[in-house]
């Protein structure tokens, strides 16, 4: 089975025949538009579709194919932070509060959470801290096997910060605790920050390179699977990223 996460930059109903290029059985596709206030060939295209945004004209969307279905979990929750003192609101959070975050079934087989973080300037737990939060609520609906965490999370670990719990190589580690690795990482047994391999080009701009997209996959999925990262040469003409392209070997 082929899963793919690709962040389009914006306007995938001009980028369908590259999104088709993929071959995929499902499409996790960052920061595109509803096909439901689009055009009417990306509605056709889109078929049984599921997607979430902030608005009509940025999210995320998840594309089945090849008659492969996908159904949406209805994860809701609230995580309070216990043992200190005070009332503040900051001290607690709810899922629909953050920003962005899709958890679906593909055919009933597997457990994928799409990921799109976002930030602004003026917040503490922008991107990776946005997951974070997430986790802290939803780490029991995560399944121990047959599941994927994949995505554009807008970070890597040389943006650590000293003061911060958050940071990226603090995610990636609790992560690991709940069995979950990056398959890039397990593949090359690269170290996270020395990514020989980008994921996404600042501007479009190749002298511009970082690796900010991940597939984080359960320890049953990780074995004999395979991770293609697109390259630039192909995929710049249409966005600043480059698509994850993951051949999930599924065991009985």
Same mark, same amino acid.
């Given at each position: /089975? #082929?899963? !793919?996460?690709?962040?389009?930059?914006? @306007?995938?109903?001009? #980028?369908?025949?590259? @999104?088709?290029?993929?071959?995929?059985?499902?499409? !996790? =596709?960052?920061?595109?538009?509803?096909?439901?206030?689009?055009?009417?060939?990306?509605?056709?295209?889109?078929?049984?579709?599921?997607?979430?945004?902030?608005?009509?004209?940025?999210?995320?969307?998840?594309?089945?194919?090849?008659?492969?279905?996908?159904? %949406?979990?209805?994860?809701?929750?609230?995580?309070? !932070?216990?043992?200190?003192?005070?009332?503040?609101?900051?001290?607690?959070?709810?899922?629909?509060?953050?920003?962005?975050?899709?958890?679906?079934? $593909?055919?009933?087989?597997?457990?994928?959470?799409? !990921?799109?973080?976002?930030?602004?300037?003026?917040?503490?737990? @922008?991107? /990776?801290?946005?997951?974070? #939060?997430?986790?802290? =609520?939803?780490?029991?609906? $995560?399944? =121990?096997?047959?599941?994927?965490?994949?995505?554009?999370?807008?970070?890597?670990?040389?943006?650590? #910060?000293?003061?911060?719990?958050?940071?990226?190589?603090?995610?990636?580690?609790?992560? @690991?605790?709940?069995?979950?690795?990056?398959?890039?990482?397990?593949?090359?047994?690269?170290?996270?920050?020395?990514?020989?391999?980008?994921?996404?080009?600042?501007?479009?701009?190749?002298?511009?390179?970082?690796? =900010?997209?991940?597939?984080? %996959?359960?320890?049953?999925? %990780?074995?004999?699977?395979?991770?293609?990262?697109?390259?630039?040469?192909?995929? +710049?003409?249409?966005?600043?990223? /480059?698509?994850? /392209?993951?051949?999930?070997? +599924?065991?009985?």
């Amino acid at each position: /089975m #082929k899963v !793919v996460s690709w962040n389009c930059n914006g @306007a995938l109903r001009n #980028k369908l025949t590259f @999104a088709d290029s993929l071959d995929a059985d499902v499409l !996790v =596709i960052q920061e595109c538009e509803d096909p439901a206030y689009s055009t009417r060939a990306y509605r056709d295209w889109a078929g049984d579709y599921l997607w979430c945004g902030e608005s009509s004209s940025r999210g995320i969307g998840v594309f089945p194919k090849r008659g492969n279905q996908v159904s %949406a979990c209805n994860w809701h929750g609230l995580f309070a !932070v216990a043992g200190l003192p005070g009332n503040s609101p900051t001290l607690q959070w709810r899922t629909d509060e953050l920003r962005l975050f899709l958890p679906f079934r $593909l055919n009933d087989q597997l457990t994928l959470l799409a !990921v799109w973080t976002k930030g602004h300037r003026d917040e503490v737990f @922008a991107y /990776m801290g946005q997951f974070w #939060k997430y986790l802290q =609520i939803h780490r029991g609906d $995560l399944p =121990i096997s047959r599941c994927l965490i994949l995505g554009d999370f807008n970070s890597n670990s040389i943006w650590d #910060k000293p003061d911060r719990w958050w940071n990226h190589s603090d995610v990636v580690a609790e992560l @690991a605790e709940l069995g979950f690795a990056s398959q890039y990482h397990l593949q090359t047994g690269e170290p996270q920050g020395s990514e020989s391999r980008p994921t996404f080009f600042l501007q479009r701009n190749p002298a511009k390179p970082y690796h =900010i997209d991940y597939v984080f %996959a359960s320890r049953d999925l %990780a074995t004999g699977s395979e991770l293609q990262i697109g390259g630039p040469d192909d995929w +710049l003409e249409v966005s600043d990223h /480059m698509p994850l /392209m993951l051949d999930v070997r +599924l065991n009985g």
